[in-house]
Each structure stands twice: as structure tokens, then as C-alpha cells.
T-cell receptor, first 115, second 109 residues
Framework: SAVISQKPSRDICQRGTSLTIQCQVD?????MFWYRQQPGQSLTLIAT?????????ESGFVIDKFPISRPNLTFSTLTVSNMSPEDSSIYLC????????????FGPGTRLTVT | QKEVEQNSGPLSVPEGAIASLNCTYS??????FFWYRQYSGKSPELIMS????GDKEDGRFTAQLNKASQYVSLLIRDSQPSDSATYLC?????????FGEGTQLTVNP
């Protein structure tokens, strides 16, 4: 299974600022994803990070607010822009294992608090 | 109707008992099904995947899939206190993974 790391693990940010979260996978993967998990809730898919093309966003999420980069097959970033307290959440990166089935593995997450 | 629904819980079982977690899904075209375990403050950890009807066993865990009924379950035999966590059912449609709300399991010593 893929091993995924994220940076930063947590941050406290002021409203109106932006934070970029990095996700690194230890092997090349075709599909990478970004999720949000709000306290006490399940995971919501923000977007699929496509290598070499624009990310595919889910309903309710837009590129201006959550720009995503995918420069290669092992790395992606998610930026949370112009933050408000409602953006306080855990942001999770995942990668889909392409060696066999369709399992997705998750990074440790980034806990974001916006004040 | 939610795309993926789980028994809401919380579920509490004594140590050594069988814990049964259930999940239904709405997209009949879904082909891949997963169970994740999430400890408090941690990210989800994949524990089981199942792709065809029937049972799949891995140690103390058994996943069951019935596509006709659009139903997936996870059985945990000989439950241990270390199994106490939230269990998330996830269904893959295309490349999109949709999660249920999760079932919180507590195993009492």
C-alpha cells in the first residue's frame, strides 16, 4: 500500500489568509484526492487531483477557493484560500493504489483552525 | 436518500463478542466497496475491500456483499477493546469514493 505524508500536520491561521497543504506519496500513483472532514462528521470529497490537467471539483467546491496542483505522479498541493472560521476542518489527502484493486489510502491529515 | 447509509450507532459490544456493522448504498452500478477504521484524531485506515458478492475473510474481519440488495456488512469476531473506533463504509462509483457517516463501535472489557 502507498505511504502518504502531509505537511503541515496542523496550523492555526487568521481569517482572510491562505494555507497550502502538501501531500507526498512514496510511489507513483495515477489518482490523488483531497477530502475534508469536519468535526464529528464523515469525509467529503473536495476534488480529484489530475496529473497534467486541472483538478476535478465536487459540487460545492470551487477552484478559486481550493486551488490544487499536481505537478507529478507523487505530489499534490491543496490551497485553502481567503479562509474563514467555517474552513476549520481536517484536510486529508489520499492516493488510489493502481497496482491491483481500487483501494484508497489516506495521509495523516492536516488539522486547520481558522481564527 | 443518502448515497451511503450506515447503522447510526453508537454500537457497544462486550469483549469477545461479534460486532456487526451494516451499510446500504444507492448506486446500483457501484462495483467496489471498502471498510475503513478511524481512531479518534487519526486518519481512516483501510481494513477490508470487497468486489464480488459473498463473503471475504481476513483474520477476525469478514466483509459481506450483496449487490442485489445493495448491502455491505462487516463482522468483527472476538472483538477486542482495541477495535473501539469509528468504522466507515465507502463505495466506489467510477473514481469517486463516497463515505457513510460512520458507526462508532465501543468494545467493553
Amino acid at each position: 500500500s502507498a505511504v502518504i505524508s502531509q505537511k503541515p500536520s496542523r496550523d492555526i491561521c487568521q481569517r482572510g489568509t491562505s494555507l497550502t497543504i502538501q501531500c507526498q506519496v512514496d510511489s507513483q500513483v495515477t489518482m490523488m484526492f483531497w477530502y475534508r472532514q469536519q468535526p464529528g462528521q464523515s469525509l467529503t470529497l473536495i476534488a480529484t487531483a489530475n496529473q497534467g490537467s486541472e483538478a476535478t471539483y465536487e459540487s460545492g467546491f470551487v477552484i478559486d477557493k481550493f486551488p490544487i496542483s499536481r505537478p507529478n505522479l507523487t505530489f499534490s498541493t491543496l490551497t485553502v484560500s481567503n479562509m474563514s472560521p467555517e474552513d476549520s476542518s481536517i484536510y486529508l489527502c489520499s492516493a488510489q493504489d493502481t497496482s491491483g484493486g481500487y483501494e484508497q489510502y489516506f495521509g495523516p491529515g492536516t488539522r486547520l483552525t481558522v481564527t | 436518500q443518502k448515497e451511503v447509509e450506515q447503522n447510526s450507532g453508537p454500537l457497544s459490544v462486550p469483549e469477545g463478542a461479534i460486532a456487526s456493522l451494516n451499510c446500504t448504498y444507492s448506486d446500483r452500478g457501484s462495483q467496489s466497496f471498502f471498510w475503513y477504521r478511524q481512531y479518534s484524531g487519526k486518519s481512516p485506515e483501510l481494513i477490508m475491500s470487497i468486489y464480488s458478492n459473498g463473503d471475504k475473510e481476513d483474520g477476525r474481519f469478514t466483509a459481506q456483499l450483496n449487490k442485489a440488495s445493495q448491502y455491505v456488512s462487516l463482522l468483527i469476531r472476538d472483538s477486542q477493546p482495541s477495535d473501539s473506533a469509528t468504522y466507515l463504509c465507502a463505495v466506489l462509483s467510477g473514481s469517486r469514493l463516497t463515505f457513510g457517516e460512520g458507526t462508532q463501535l465501543t468494545v467493553n472489557p
